[in-house]
Each structure stands twice: as structure tokens, then as C-alpha cells.
């Protein structure tokens, strides 16, 4: 038994599964396109073969393992990624958004997503792979980024402003030069207002024109006002050379600033209406000549120095040498003739006479040009220096003068120096005699202390002496007579002091260097230093009584001033005789001095100065704070003086 049953409806449901799952199949691998089926927690289900082709993944490593879309998305893209995922539960669908995925050599690719919830839990997401249109944004980018700096950066001024009026971009340039930023020029209005004042409407309608297509370009000059007040005159060039991405037309600027050529234009002509003031005031004539034809052309300047009518006139070379002086017209046609031969620059001073019988002198200037080509030419310039040469005769007269009354001052004056150098002679004579004098009364006076004075304290001493044998005095008497006798040898001790410093006997019987001895060890057992003197010794021989005493009396005086002023540990006196001189060095180390802000130093100084110069002898002192003093003495010996 057979039994049939008709399944012709189950094979048509058979084949019309299978061929839903092809078109599905062709829907799913659709070239360039990724499609995913995801479960709503994220892990990937199933994704077709164009997504592991644009992921760099063969099938059976990809669905070796479980994965997430997190495992592809970069950690920037995370966030917004979530916030999709949130969108699509609540609604059922998400996207499109754009991000890029992670390849499986670590590089990223851009996809645009977009997704929707299938209903049965699970989601399916289609990827696009959309790398050159990022690669060509990237690259317009770059592009508007170049085209930007270009305008930003370029060297002159350059504005790229919108049709409706909305000033897109300015240079730095255009800023520096007006002092204007984008902010405050947001648009061409604000320009026009700002920079042009009443010339804003010439501008607007220019660029009317150029927006409208009735002018391919705009090539004008005008004057504009800058931020800070100032005037700048700019040279401006523009057209408009498309439209962009917005559908809005653009122009593109670019000025020229002239301010500089318009101020040296200016300034030009200033200079030219100068110096034709200047021609007048300078009496000052200018002169072409054609050295071919012999032709000169006079300006009017010139023509009234000659005593002419004032104008402009051409006439032959010949015509302007009969003004000339004739003692001076041999001389200017030599030098003319030398300076269009030779080609030299020509300077030549003359004399001209006036019709009225009146002479000028000029001083002729010009250079020559082209002559060695053939037909050349000069150009000079003849100067009134009358004046001056006036002033050259009498300034030679006036030296002339002056040379005589130099020779007759001169010998005045050599007479008057003859007579003030006999005087100061006598004066020095004078000066020597005086300090001989007062030496023979100092010897004088010390004699009388010492004899006078010195017996009459003896007397008293031996009268001292015998009440003191005696021994009878009451107690109280006693006392004051051990304080009157000390009295006494303390007044005997200074009239012994001064005796010998009004003059020193070892001086006059021993000589110099003995006394100096002398004189340095008492100065320091008086004064508590430690000094040292150092000299020939007695076998040198005695030397003249005024070189002695005016070196004994520097010495003394040096030695003054170190107590008074040195503070000084350690001096030293040396005296030398080298070389037919006789040389005395004193050194302290003490506090020394400005040779130039001590006064009352340099009166001392000054006294020892004279002493040593009266006798034929210099004198160097050296010192500075801190360092010390030295005083050096030298006097020559004559032989006269050297005499024993």
C-alpha cells in the first residue's frame, strides 16, 4: 500500500527559507560594508566577511575567541560609544555616528555606524568604511589651514571678506600697519567706517562692482585712517575668486602701503620748491652747455648776476666770456677747454663786470657728460662770492696787521720775561739770604739758651743742690722742694730741646749725616716708633752749610708731619750721596694721604717744596690712603758746593 502525501507546500516553504537566507546572505556581504549581530550586553555574535576584511582578520582566528566591540574601540571613542548603546535599548535604534576602530596590526580605520535592536535580543550595527573621506577632509583641512596662513602670515596687507559683508580673515600685516584686529572689523562695514570715513561710499561701491561681476578686479589708491589717529596711504588690489562651501561669495584683498613713496613724493616736491628759493636767496645761477655746438643756456638767476634782464636765455659760449674780466678770461676758457677735452670736473672762481661798471666775483662748478661719445654736454652752477672774497682782503690785511703786532708783543714780551726772570733772581738771592739769616739767629738764640739760660740753671741746680746737703727743711718745705727741683730739671731737659732744634750744634760741629742721626733717634725715643737712619758716615766729607741746614730742616719738617699725621709704626730716613748729588729718602707706613684734599699738609709740603728749590733741588712725595708716605730729596753738587 502507497500512500502519497502532497508536500508541495512544505518545498515551497523550503525554498522560499532558502532563498530569504541568500538575499539575507547577499544583504549581509555587501562589498565595503561590515555587518555584526551583537548581544545587548555587547559580544559580538557573527559578523560578515567585508568587516574581517576591513579589520585585517581571517574568520577562524577572529572566532577563535569571544569578543566585545570595547575590544576595538579605542578609549576615547568608549564614552560616546556607551551613550549610543544607551540610546538604542531605549529606542530601538542608534546612530549614525562615526569612529575609529582598531585593526589587527594595531592601526585604526574610520567607520560610520549605524544600528538597530532586532527584537530578539540581539542587535546588528552596519559598518562603513569611510578612510578616504576623512583622508580628503584631512586633507581640505590642511589645505584651508595653508591658505590661511598664507593670508595670516603674508607680507603685505591682505582682507578676505564674505558677500554679505562678514570680514572672514585679516593679515598680520594689515594690523601692524592700522592698528585694527579682526575683533574690532568683524565687518566690511566697521572697515569702511573706520579706516575711510568720508571715502567709505567710493569704496563700498567698488566693491558693489566687483561683487555684482561688472569688474573682474579693483586696482585703486586710497587714503586710510589708522586705529591710533595716524594717515596710511595704501595701493589696493582685490577680486573675487569664487564661492565657498556655504554657497557664499568671497573676495580676496591685498594693499600695497605707499605711505613711504607718497611722503618721499611729497617731500620731493618740497625739496624742488627749496631749493629754487634757495637758488634765489644763495644768488646762485645755473648753466647747461652743449659742448658740440658751443650753445649755453642760461636760467635767470644767472642772467641778473651778470646785471641782464632776469630770464631765461640761450645763447653762444663766446656771448657769456665777453662778461668776463679780461684779466681773468684766458684763465676761464683754459679751464673749460681742459674740463671738455679731459673730462674733468670743472672749478674755476673769475670776475665778471656789469654793464653798469660794477665786478662780481663768481665761483664757477660743473661736470661734464658724455663728451668721449660724441655729442656731450656740462651742467654747472656759478655762486656770488663776492662777498667772500671781500672778506679774504681784509681778513689778509687783518693777518698782515696782526703778524706785526705779534712781532711787537713778542719782543715786549721777551723784554717784560728778561726783566721778571733778573727779578726773580734777585728774588731767590733775597729768599737765600733771609733763610741765612734766620739760621744764624737760630744759632744765635740756641748759643744764648744754651750759654745764658743753660748757666743760670746750673747756678740754680748747685744752690738746689747744697739745701738738699744741708737737710734742715721741715717735712712740708721738703715736699715742695723735691717739686721745685723737678721743675728745674724738666725746665732744663726743654730749654735743651729747643736750643737744639732752633739749631742743632751736632749739625755745625759733626755735619749732616750725624746730625740726622741724632735728630731721627731722639724723634723716636720722643715719640715711641721705630725709626732707622742710614747714611755714608762721617768719611764722605762735610757738604755746604746751606745744602745741610735745607736738608736737616726737610728731614725735621718730614718728621713733624708723621707725628702729627701718620699714625706711623715704622719710618725710615735714608741719605745718599750718588752721582755728585746728595739724595735723602724718608718713609713711613702709616696712614697716608690724597696728595689733592689735604691742606694742611700741603703748607708743609710746601715749606719743604721752597727750601729745596732755593738751592737747585727737587722734591717728590708720594702717598695715597693706606699705603704710607715717602718724601724724596735730591740736590746737586756743583763742585764748588762738593768742596770739603
Known sequence: MVTFVDISARKQAEEAVRASEQRLLRMVNVPRVGVMTLSHPGSLLHVNDALLEILGYGRPEFESKARTWRDFTPPEYVVASERIMQELNATGRGGPYEKEYYRKNGSRVWLMFVAADLGDGTI???????????QAELALRASEEQFRRAIQDAPNPVIMQAEDGQVLQISHTWTELTGYTLADVPTAEAWLTQAYGAGADAVRAHMHELFAGTRKTLDVQFAIRTRQGGVRHWSFSASAPGTMVDGRRFMVGMAVDVTDRQQAEEALLKSEQRFRLSLAAARMGIWTLDVATGIQMRDDNLNAMLGLEARDTTQPFDEFLTHIHPDDRAAVRAAFAVSTQEGQPLRVEFRVVRPDGSILWLRDQGDVFGVGGGAGHMAGACVDVTERKQMEDELREARNSLEVRVVERTADLERAMDALEAEMGQRRVLVQRLGTAQEEERRRLSRDLHDTAGQLLAGLSLAFKAIETDG???????SRFIEAQKIMNDLG?????????????????????????QLVSDWAAQNGVQADFHGPGSTSGRLPAE????????????????????????VSVVATRPDGQVSVVIEDDGIGFDLSSAPKIRLGMLGMRERVEQIGGKIEIESSPGSGTTVAVQIPLTPARSAS
Open 124 to 134: 546588528v550595527e552596519y559598518a562603513i568604511d569611510i578612510s578616504d573621506r576623512k
Open 493 to 517: 731737659k726743654e730749654l735743651h730741646s729747643l736750643s737744639v732744634r732752633l739749631r742743632p750744634t751736632s749739625l755745625d760741629d759733626m755735619g749732616l749725616e750725624p746730625a740726622l742721626g
Open 472 to 478: 734742715k727743711l721741715p717735712p712740708p718745705t721738703a
Open 547 to 570: 745744602i745741610e741746614t735745607a736738608v736737616y730742616r726737610v728731614v725735621q719738617e718730614a718728621l713733624t708731619n708723621i707725628t702729627k699725621h701718620a699714625e706711623a709704626s715704622i
